[in-house]
Nanobody, 127 residues
Framework: QVQLVESGGGLVQAGGSLRLSCAAS????????MGWFRQAPGKEREFVAA????????YYADSVKGRFTISRDNAKNTVYLQMNSLKPEDTGVYYC????????????????????WGQGTQVTVSS
């Protein structure tokens, strides 16, 4: 079992940066693929980025490619999302998610592939 707690959200102006963190509890974190998703008001939860357990593979939504970077520190049981050049359309609640098999099927973008979820952290980008 893994518990996930996000932090680092806040209010930022367009063009600014934020770094989100997701702290995991549990001994098996190192075996888990991790993902970041976001949900804007009135919209479905959407994929942002994912990273394999070894960090050797990363995946990004087209909308954030080149601006966001996902990384992890298995010694600290933490996954990060560095967000640069933020836009108002990046506004939403950001969730981290984990699962040992999330990348096996290739559907890393599908929320259903992830078993464990954090409670989310709000990111608001003003224009």
């Amino acid at each position: 079992q893994v518990q996930l707690v996000e932090s680092g959200g806040g209010l930022v102006q367009a063009g600014g940066s934020l770094r989100l963190s997701c702290a995991a509890s549990g001994r098996t974190f190192n075996n888990y693929a991790m993902g970041w998703f976001r949900q804007a008001p009135g919209k479905e939860r959407e994929f942002v980025a994912a990273i394999s357990w070894s960090a050797s593979n990363t995946y990004y939504a087209d909308s954030v490619k080149g601006r966001f970077t996902i990384s992890r520190d298995n010694a600290k049981n933490t996954v990060y999302l560095q967000m640069n050049s933020l836009k108002p359309e990046d506004t939403g609640v950001y969730y981290c998610a984990g699962d040992p098999r999330a990348l096996y099927s290739g559907s890393y973008w599908d929320p259903k592939e992830y078993t464990y979820w954090g409670q989310g952290t709000q990111v608001t980008v003003s224009s």
